[in-house]
């Protein structure tokens, strides 16, 4: 049954979801194989996800005002040069926009902010690369995200294993990860949570590029993790205060309900209600507003992979839960603000 939807009237912008056909899609650079791995039972039920799916999932019941797409290797261009394919994803999403600011499928602002990909290894050579997505962004192009999540246990990640260790760290890299600020552009950052001193080194090398830490630093507890949430939090936490401490820095509260994370509520049946989510996932929220503050945190839906445990309107509920005893200007904050700020929306 369909929980009653909290605090209706607070408005949200979602800074982190996707958009994909998944009858031909594989992550960039991931493998095909594993279809059994449990990130891919937990989107098995969104083998499509455009602009009709997301705005059912943001018409159910919470007030969406707009929202951030971010990258997932949807509509590559098929040829021309393999660097610049990527900017195939900016022109689709663009597209996507552009009907959803005609006001025709509503009042929320599908993707008025736009992340993708560009392999940032290229070193100076991005450049045409990031000009070429600002370009086709019609100017909703705010950025770049290149995963680093890695794990030598390659069950952690499943068909996701697709970076190098230490990306954050090599020097090709970071001639590219430069030339993002002088663009005006900024840098979503996943990884895992055994990483984390990798995006604390970028922080600090780089103060003046605004970076957003995606999904909390993905906490693990699955494959050779299993079991190890509680024995590893304060691993976690001690890194997200130190990461904190880089102004330059938010971060995106989220993604817990992923399969890397392997909460009980991943894939239970019957689903969990947004009082167990909020249970499970308030140390790490609340652990993160408390080191960066409100006004650099900002909760965001990760949807449709994070429907692997709960449905668009079950985990906005459990999120307002979790920030019940904020203040309005904080809940603001964390439910709008910081998103529109950090990816510049311009929302009235």
Known sequence: MAETILEPDLPIVDPHHHLWDRRSYVAPGASAAAPEHPFMTAIADARRYLLDELLADTGSGHRIVATVFVECGAFYRADGPVEMRTVGETEFVNGVAAMSASGMYGDTRACAGIVSRADLSLGDGVVPVLEAHIAAGGGRFRGIRNSASFED???VLGPLNRAEAGLYLSDKFREGFRRLAPLGLSFDAWLLEPQLPDAISLARAFPETHIVLDHVGTPLGRASYQGKLKERFPIWRENVRELAKSPNVVVKLGGLAMAFCNFPSFLAEPRAPSEQLAAEWRPYIETCIEAFGPKRCMFESNFPVDMGSCDYATLWNAFKRIAKGYSPDEKTSLFSGTAANTYRLGLQ
């Open 153 to 155: 246990d390659k069950e």
